[in-house]
């Protein structure tokens, strides 16, 4: 179940990044940022009654805070890293990354994965790479080391939120996902008071509404998939969710997915097989 939860979630955070996408076409990504983040909190909000709190303490807002706080730091690095570097290096290397940390953070911690979800996690990883890849990517340029360390810090920072957000257990509810968005907020508003960027066309709200609602909704999966599954293994499917933001980039926009995509598709689908079956 927790590997079925963690692909769903990769599944929603794609469609998610998706219309994110489109959004920051029309407004600057901070505003995005802001706006989608406030859906996202609501959503949270209102469905919170809905799940068991009952044993909810200080500590889990404390965790669900320092994982928001980490996840929005992150992402900041990530789009600063693709709008410095190349998009075929960073994204990647941040998706690839940000399983890492938990998978070192989960054996640490005593975790001990079976030989055949060891194979999965073998076959996910490159299959990220694979899925990010385009015909430019094939470019002979070097390597910069600006575009590694943004990758690799990006990488980092996301994976302390799952192994933060996975240290809040099932009766503290959606709170610790509260206190993630609230931290999140709190930190993009204060970027966005200083750096005052333009507001953008009115008219998109219900694409902002979209963007945020989808984040929480795989927020809320791979809560799910945290508190019933592995921190091993769980964010490694969770870090697929770039193929189904290709998929819909070809369904919606009719962009071409390239052949080695095509192949990152279906290692990316064995991988989930084989660590479902581990």
């Known amino acids: ?58 500590k889990h807002l404390a965790w669900g805070a320092g994982a928001g706080s980490s996840g929005i730091i992150g992402l900041a690095l990530l789009y600063r890293g693709l709008a410095m570097g190349r998009m ?44 990010s890849r385009t015909p430019d990517s094939s470019s002979h ?21 799952g192994v933060f957000i996975a240290q809040t257990p099932e009766a503290s509810g959606l709170w610790p996902l509260i206190a993630a968005k609230v931290a999140a907020i709190a930190m993009v508003a204060g970027v966005v008071a200083a750096a005052k960027p333009a ?27 945290f508190r019933r599954g592995l921190l091993s293994l769980v964010p490694v499917v969770g870090a697929l969710y770039p193929a189904s933001t290709i998929v819909l980039a070809r369904l919606v926009l009719g962009e071409r997915i390239h052949a080695v995509q095509a192949v990152g598709l279906v290692t990316a689908a064995t991988a989930v097989g084989l660590i479902a079956a581990g």
């Open 88 to 131: 075929a290096v960073v994204a990647p290397l941040t998706a690839v990354t940000g399983s890492i940390v938990p998978i070192v953070v989960g054996v640490a911690l005593g975790e001990r994965p079976s030989a055949l979800a060891w194979l999965g996690v073998a076959i996910a990883l490159p299959s990220v790479v694979l899925i």
């Open 141 to 161: 340029q070097a390597v910069s080391g600006v575009e590694v360390s943004l990758g690799l810090a990006s990488g980092a920072f996301f994976g302390l939120f």
């Open 1 to 58: 179940m927790a590997i079925f939860l963690a692909a769903m979630s990769a599944v929603v955070w794609g469609g998610s990044d998706f219309l994110g996408g489109i959004a920051t076409k029309k407004r600057s990504v901070l505003r995005v940022l802001l706006v989608s983040q406030f859906f996202s909190l609501g959503l949270a909000v209102v469905a919170a009654p809905l799940f068991d709190s009952s044993g909810l303490d200080l």
């Open 199 to 225: 507001r953008g066309p009115r008219g998109d709200g219900a694409l902002l509404a979209a963007t945020g609602l989808g984040d929480m909704v795989a927020n809320i999966l791979i809560l799910a998939a």
